[in-house]
């Protein structure tokens, strides 16, 4: 079975750099044809896509938030990363990885539990 | 303001069916595949239709998807109690060269 762990600090702060790990079991991030993303969901509000990368390193960005985040990947260790910089109280939300995403594709079948990060002084 | 419009909510009796729009446009829906998800509080959300119409492995046959122009649907037949929560599509939009997810609607079963 697919499992996907998001791990990161809990509280960041305004300015700073929000920096999230997810770490795959089950599965190989280098499985040709798959993709991973980030997906975020503000609270009361809906899914926002992020981003996906694929092993080889190629990315997709959303473009409203394309200046400020990258997302990486290292195969060694079966992890990709997210670094979201100079936050804003806007950012806070729970932010989960996902198996899916890539061009042209919206399916994202396996997900992680998520993890809320506040941004706040 | 999403991409993608969702009625905001949708509600049902238990046993009826209940259908949920997903309104788009020429350079989402009307070229690309749509998924749906079902978002429970506390929970991460859960594929239930990709590639418009088909089902993942363990998702009941009362879910199903469809799509026809700009615009998909999702219905569910025999609602239950526990189909209470919040409902998502989403589909590439070739405008962005991204995902995009509708506002998701809220379905109560009364």
């Known amino acids: 079975q697919v499992q996907l762990q998001e791990s990161g600090p809990g509280l960041v702060r305004p300015s700073q750099t929000l920096a999230l790990t997810c770490t795959v079991s089950?599965?190989?991030?280098?499985?040709?044809?798959?993709?991973w993303s980030w997906i975020r969901q503000s609270p009361g509000k809906g899914l926002e896509w992020i981003g996906s990368?694929?092993?080889?390193?190629?990315?997709d960005y959303n473009p409203a938030l394309k200046s400020r985040v990258t997302i990486s990947v290292d195969t060694s260790k079966n992890q990709f990363s997210l670094k979201v910089r100079s936050v804003t109280a806007a950012d806070t939300a729970v932010y989960y990885c996902?198996?899916?995403?890539?061009?042209?594709?919206?399916?994202?079948?396996?997900w992680g539990q998520g993890t809320l990060v506040p941004v706040s002084s | 303001q999403s991409v993608l419009t969702q009625p905001p909510s949708a509600s049902g009796t238990p046993g009826q069916r209940v259908i949920i729009s997903c309104s788009g446009s020429s350079s989402n829906i009307g070229r690309n595949h749509v998924c749906w998800y079902q978002k429970l509080p506390g929970t991460a959300p859960r594929l239930l239709i990709y590639?418009?119409?088909l089902r993942p492995s363990g998702v009941p046959d009362r879910f199903s998807g469809s799509k026809s122009g700009a615009s998909a649907s999702l219905a569910i037949s025999g609602l239950r109690s526990e189909d209470e929560a919040d409902y998502y599509c989403?589909?590439?939009?070739?405008?962005?060269?991204?995902?995009?997810f509708g506002g998701g609607a809220k379905l109560t079963v009364l």
């Open positions: 590639r418009s119409s």
């Open positions: 989403a589909t590439w939009d070739d405008s962005v060269s991204g995902v995009v």
């Open positions: 089950g599965d190989s991030i280098s499985t040709d044809g798959i993709h």
């Open positions: 990368i694929y092993h080889s390193g190629s990315t």
């Open positions: 996902a198996r899916g995403g890539g061009p042209y594709s919206s399916s994202f079948d396996f």
